[in-house]
T-cell receptor, first 116, second 116 residues
């Protein structure tokens, strides 16, 4: 079975600094997709970035980049130039294919607090 | 383009009652998935609908059910509520969600259900 592990329950970062949130995964499928979502206290899950297993380059979206190390089965999220609004829960997720569709398997999340 | 909307945002029910939650996907999206989020179990997949058909279901009792309408709007129903059903229920939509799809799931703000 597929599994996502996030080992950092909580992290602090100083405003304007970069921070890395860890994510490791386990799957036997050669084709898979990895996602990062941000969940503010309001509850909505906001899609940040996607990495496909066959993508040659690490994904980037603005201040977000994904450090994808396939051999190590890790997909760490890097947030550059942290802002106060980045304070939230961050979830790493993997797409698990089922019959005719897919579902997302989520990690337990990392709570990020940006200090002014 | 409007995002995923969920109604109501907050709901308080008592044990034994039933509840219906509604989700309107992003215009043009045909797949709707539901997830339950609790502090103890994290984010868990409930079910997924596509073209008015339930394609997959997670490991939840039969008290949890859903449906999708021809306009892709979806509802989920929980009958005979239990205290443990208190959770944030998140709906996500994606364009196709086929087996080989790289679709991203976009989430709504969630419905926070409290069972007393």
């Amino acid at each position: 079975a597929q599994k996502i592990t996030q080992t950092q329950p909580g992290m602090f970062v100083q405003e304007k600094e970069a921070v890395t949130l860890d994510c490791t995964y386990d799957t036997s499928d050669p084709s898979y997709g990895l996602f990062w979502y941000k969940q503010p206290s309001s509850g909505e899950m906001i899609f940040l970035i996607y990495q496909g297993s066959y993508d040659q380059q690490n994904a980037t979206e603005g201040r977000y980049s994904l450090n994808f190390q396939k051999a190590r089965k890790s997909a760490n999220l890097v947030i550059s130039a942290s802002q106060l609004g980045d304070s939230a829960m961050y979830f790493c997720a993997m797409r698990e294919v089922m019959d005719s569709s897919y579902k997302l398997i989520f990690g337990s999340g990392t709570r990020l607090l940006v200090r002014p | 383009k409007a995002g995923v909307t969920q109604t109501p945002r907050y709901l308080i029910k008592t044990r034994g009652q039933q509840v219906t939650l509604s989700c309107s996907p992003i215009s043009g999206h045909r797949s709707v998935s539901w997830y339950q989020q609790t502090p103890g179990q994290g984010l868990q997949f409930l079910f997924e609908y596509f073209s008015e058909t339930q394609r997959n279901k997670g490991n939840f009792p039969g008290r949890f059910s859903g449906r999708q309408f021809s306009n892709s709007r979806s509802e989920m129903n929980v009958s005979t509520l239990e205290l443990g059903d208190s959770a944030l229920y998140l709906c996500a939509s994606s364009p196709i969600s086929g087996q080989g799809s790289t679709d991203t799931q976009y989430f709504g703000p969630g419905t926070r259900l409290t069972v007393l």
